[in-house]
């Protein structure tokens, strides 16, 4: 059974940096994709950034060059370091998992296999 649980969000001042992170659990083949999603109050889920076993990632055209994703595959852990944060950046961040490298497919919510709670970021504006 995969788990996958969420840490480190919190309110920042624009511009400043958060770091999630995301402990997961489960069968490794389960776990070949990592993605962070956010959903901001009244819009649908958005794919931010993904990072495959092998380190190779994908990002959002609106976080490309402010956020990067990794993975540390010893401790089963995703991160997502957030920099130069924006009143935009503000939701509640989704950690999800896929057998489907995340560079082989677009990352939409349906076809993420496991999420965890989400943590909640907030830039005020």
């Known amino acids: 059974q995969v788990q996958l649980v969420e840490s480190g969000g919190g309110s920042v001042q624009a511009g400043g940096s958060l770091r999630l992170s995301c402990a997961a659990s489960?069968?490794?083949?389960?776990?070949?994709?990592l993605a962070w999603f956010r959903q901001a109050p009244g819009k649908e889920r958005e794919a931010v950034a993904g990072v495959d076993r092998d380190d190779g990632t994908t990002y959002a055209d609106t976080v490309k060059g402010r956020f990067t994703v990794s993975r540390d595959n010893a401790k089963n852990t995703v991160y997502l370091q957030m920099d130069s944060l924006k009143p935009d950046d503000t939701g509640m961040y989704y950690c999800?998992?896929?057998?489907?490298?995340?560079?082989?497919?677009?990352?939409?919510?349906?076809?993420?296999?496991?999420w965890g709670k989400g943590t909640l970021v907030t830039i005020p504006s």
């Open positions: 489960g069968p490794s083949f389960s776990l070949q994709c």
């Open positions: 999800a998992a896929r057998a489907i490298w995340c560079r082989w497919a677009p990352l939409v919510h349906s076809d993420m296999g496991f």
